[in-house]
């Protein structure tokens, strides 16, 4: 395994595992269990638990991208990270903003964010110049659509050549727009626009995503082509899964992993990574 780099994120030659902080009521995974109350406390105290159980870099999110979620509008998203970003940035936390509107990315960047994690692809000019203005890290995410339609794009005639285009084609915008790629990482974007085959079939394609010459991140964890698999178990009861995926995703050479359950990932990170690259050391 080669060391990476994402400027703006801890040098490390290992994986780093990304702890989902969905500050949300309606998200897939969680549904709302972890913001119950719409408090930011709430959120907080979840992020500052995965910080514990050692995540690297912790993802805060105010929309979800369930499909047919509702959407929530500026304000209300900014209502619900900026606070949730401030003190997990206090508290030492390397942050990312997932969001797709320019006013969350430059507000959760002013808040203390160093990563603008969209899972639009790029698609708002708008937020690739608003990156481009705050100097983040950027993770450019495959998808088609939006979150409402997306199930009805998942046809392709070559589901890995077809991401890899649009990753490189998305990479090219982001030059364009003034980023410096040096600070971008790419995303197949499994579960969007994605039937379980073709989660799987980028999961195996990992090591060819690698050649777009950016880190490449995974977002496996607890997502529905895990519950097809598992017996139709639901979101919480996907551990097992997501692990799985966590594993094939150090062995295919991803450099992020985007994960809910934490604690567990990082162990079985370690243990993948000692597989690849045969160094048991810390
Ligand atoms: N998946 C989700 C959200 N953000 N970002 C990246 N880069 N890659 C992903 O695969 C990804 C993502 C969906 O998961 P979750 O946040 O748990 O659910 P929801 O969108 O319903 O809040």
């Given at each position: 395994?080669?060391?990476?780099?994402?400027?703006?994120?801890?040098?490390?030659a290992?994986?780093?595992?990304?702890?989902?902080?969905?500050?949300?009521?309606?998200?897939?995974?969680?549904?709302?269990?972890?913001?119950?109350?719409?408090?930011?406390?709430?959120?907080?105290?979840?992020?500052?638990?995965?910080?514990?159980?050692?995540?690297?870099v912790?993802?805060?999110?105010?929309?979800?991208?369930?499909?047919?979620?509702?959407?929530?509008?500026?304000?209300?998203?900014?209502?619900?990270?900026?606070?949730?970003?401030?003190?997990?940035?206090?508290?030492?936390?390397?942050?990312?903003?997932?969001?797709?509107?320019?006013e969350?990315?430059?507000?959760?960047?002013?808040?203390?964010?160093?990563?603008?994690?969209?899972?639009?692809?790029?698609?708002?000019?708008?937020?690739?110049?608003?990156?481009?203005?705050?100097?983040a890290?950027?993770?450019?995410?495959?998808?088609?659509?939006?979150?409402?339609e997306?199930?009805?794009?998942?046809?392709?005639?070559?589901?890995?050549?077809?991401?890899?285009?649009?990753?490189?084609?998305?990479?090219?915008?982001?030059?364009?727009?003034?980023i410096?790629?040096?600070?971008?990482?790419?995303?197949?974007?499994?579960?969007?626009?994605?039937?379980?085959?073709?989660?799987?079939?980028?999961?195996?394609?990992?090591?060819q995503?690698?050649?777009?010459?950016r880190?490449?991140?995974?977002?496996?964890?607890?997502?529905?082509?895990?519950g097809r698999?598992?017996?139709?178990?639901g979101?919480?009861?996907?551990?097992?899964?997501?692990?799985?995926?966590?594993?094939?995703?150090?062995?295919?050479?991803?450099?992020?992993?985007?994960?809910?359950?934490?604690?567990?990932?990082?162990?079985?990170?370690?243990?993948?990574?000692?597989?690849?690259?045969?160094?048991?050391?810390?």
């Amino acid at each position: 395994m080669t060391s990476w780099s994402l400027r703006g994120l801890p040098e490390r030659a290992r994986c780093l595992v990304m702890g989902v902080v969905n500050v949300t009521p309606d998200s897939f995974s969680d549904g709302g269990v972890l913001y119950p109350d719409g408090h930011p406390q709430t959120a907080i105290a979840h992020g500052l638990r995965l910080l514990e159980e050692g995540a690297d870099v912790l993802d805060v999110g105010g929309e979800s991208t369930r499909p047919g979620a509702t959407p929530v509008p500026v304000e209300e998203e900014l209502r619900r990270v900026v606070p949730v970003i401030e003190a997990l940035a206090d508290a030492g936390a390397v942050v990312s903003v997932d969001t797709s509107k320019p006013e969350v990315a430059r507000a959760g960047v002013a808040a203390g964010a160093v990563i603008v994690n969209d899972v639009s692809g790029g698609a708002d000019p708008e937020l690739l110049a608003a990156v481009a203005e705050t100097g983040a890290a950027y993770v450019l995410m495959h998808t088609r659509g939006t979150p409402a339609e997306m199930a009805g794009l998942a046809h392709y005639e070559d589901v890995v050549a077809e991401v890899y285009e649009f990753l490189a084609e998305g990479l090219a915008r982001c030059q364009a727009a003034g980023i410096d790629l040096a600070r971008v990482a790419v995303d197949p974007g499994l579960g969007f626009a994605k039937t379980a085959d073709h989660n799987l079939a980028l999961l195996r394609a990992l090591p060819q995503l690698r050649g777009l010459g950016r880190p490449v991140l995974v977002g496996a964890s607890r997502k529905s082509f895990l519950g097809r698999l598992l017996d139709g178990a639901g979101p919480d009861d996907r551990l097992e899964g997501s692990l799985a995926c966590a594993a094939a995703g150090v062995l295919g050479g991803a450099s992020l992993l985007r994960v809910h359950e934490v604690r567990a990932t990082v162990r079985v990170a370690r243990v993948a990574h000692a597989i690849a690259t045969a160094d048991v050391g810390a």
